[in-house]
């Protein structure tokens, strides 16, 4: 028999099978601990469930894959992953982990689908296939034969924009919005780097990190011709590898091996934030996001949660994928 948790007025509220996990369908005993956790006695084993835990994991239709973006829109939850776009209806619960519901499969998005983004009120699909935009449970493909998209990026802060900066495995291109869409428009001439991680600053620079290479810079010194500069350890980063840009309280930051370094325009380097230095110190660092309210989330590689090695990402859970092509590795 499967678990179930229910209200006080006997209101199905959680199922535990081996949809969800468990190792079988056989629960024997059930033993809630201090911690409100549970443990199952099976016929064949021990399962543990963190119920107390505030992470929620998410299978849509128990696949085995990795999950490499969510996003809430149009009050359905997408879920991106190795195998396709998922969506599902989400129900007006206070916790919207308890949202009963089944996960479709978008149509035309099967295969890697590496970032959503929503702009102009359109929700935008890098995906291993090229750009997409989804409408409820189908996707319409904004270019086509155009490699893998990773990410989009609006160029005013001013909605709606008018033009999007795209990276994807062969370098930046840009989407010009075209009525209640977008159409690819031309490419960063003479950049050609797999463009995974993109911010724009306050002075309309686009910064790329690669993490085998290092940081650029591209500036567009007259419309239509763009100048490109590398940073390495040689420009004040702790080293040239696992540099990661990403953009917090409308600022340019690195997570780097040593912490979080800032760019000083003055001298063209970059150097330790003192800010994030008092808050981090030197640890290693992988991934930083601004949540909605005034503190930043920030997860330290450390065992266990996803980084790069020389080969790739060293773990199955976020990305998996070679930073050229795209492929699983």
């Known amino acids: 028999m499967t678990v179930y948790i229910t209200d006080h007025e006997g209101q199905l509220i959680q199922r535990f099978s081996k949809?969800?996990?468990?190792?079988?369908?056989?629960?024997?005993?059930?033993?809630?601990?201090?911690?409100?956790?549970?443990?199952?006695?099976?016929?064949?084993?021990?399962?543990?469930?963190?119920?107390?835990?505030?992470?929620?994991?998410?299978?849509?239709?128990?696949?085995?894959?990795?999950?490499?973006?969510?996003?809430?829109?149009?009050?359905?939850?997408?879920a991106g992953t190795s195998g396709g776009l998922f969506n599902v209806a989400l129900q007006q619960t206070e916790d919207l982990s308890f949202s009963k519901?089944?996960?479709?499969?978008?149509?035309?998005?099967?295969?890697?689908?590496?970032?959503?983004?929503?702009?102009?009120?359109?929700?935008?699909?890098?995906?291993?296939?090229?750009?997409?935009?989804?409408?409820g449970n189908s996707a319409s493909a904004i270019a086509t034969n155009e490699g893998g998209f990773w990410n989009f990026t609006p160029m005013s802060a001013v909605y709606p924009t008018a033009r999007v900066i795209a990276g994807n495995y062969k370098g930046l291109s840009f989407l010009d919005a075209d009525g209640n869409g977008f159409k690819l428009a031309e490419r960063i001439p003479d950049f050609q780097e797999s463009s995974r991680f993109v911010v724009l600053d306050r002075f309309d620079n686009i910064w790329v990190s690669h993490p085998y290479h290092g940081v650029y810079k591209i500036s567009e010194v007259t419309p239509g011709k763009f100048t490109t500069k590398l940073y390495t350890a040689a420009n004040g980063l702790p080293a040239?590898?696992?540099?990661?840009?990403?953009?917090?309280?409308?600022?340019?930051?690195?997570?780097?091996?040593?912490?979080?370094?800032?760019?000083?325009?003055?001298?063209?380097?970059?150097?330790?934030?003192?800010?994030?230095?008092?808050?981090?110190?030197?640890?290693?660092?992988?991934?930083?996001?601004?949540?909605?309210?005034?503190?930043?989330?920030?997860?330290?590689?450390?065992?266990?949660?996803?980084?790069?090695?020389?080969?790739?990402?060293?773990?199955?859970?976020?990305?998996?994928?070679?930073?050229?092509?795209?492929?699983?590795?």
Not at 109 to 128: C, R, V
């Open 101 to 135: 519901g089944d996960f479709q499969l978008v149509s035309n998005t099967t295969g890697q689908s590496w970032a959503m983004s929503e702009i102009n009120g359109q929700l935008l699909l890098g995906h291993h296939e090229g750009p997409f935009i989804v409408n």
């Open 240 to 329: 040239t590898l696992n540099n990661h840009v990403y953009k917090l309280k409308n600022e340019l930051v690195v997570a780097t091996e040593k912490g979080v370094y800032i760019y000083n325009s003055s001298n063209d380097r970059f150097e330790p934030s003192p800010f994030y230095g008092r808050l981090l110190g030197n640890q290693s660092l992988r991934y930083l996001k601004e949540d909605a309210g005034e503190i930043s989330g920030l997860f330290t590689k450390i065992a266990g949660h996803p980084g790069y090695d020389r080969q790739g990402y060293n773990s199955d859970t976020h990305a998996g994928a070679d930073e050229q092509t795209g492929q699983r590795i």
């Open 19 to 78: 949809q969800e996990g468990l190792q079988n369908n056989n629960v024997l005993s059930i033993f809630l601990d201090k911690q409100s956790n549970l443990w199952l006695g099976l016929d064949n084993g021990i399962d543990f469930i963190a119920y107390n835990s505030a992470i929620k994991r998410i299978t849509p239709n128990g696949q085995d894959g990795s999950g490499y973006t969510s996003l809430i829109y149009d009050k359905h939850l997408y």
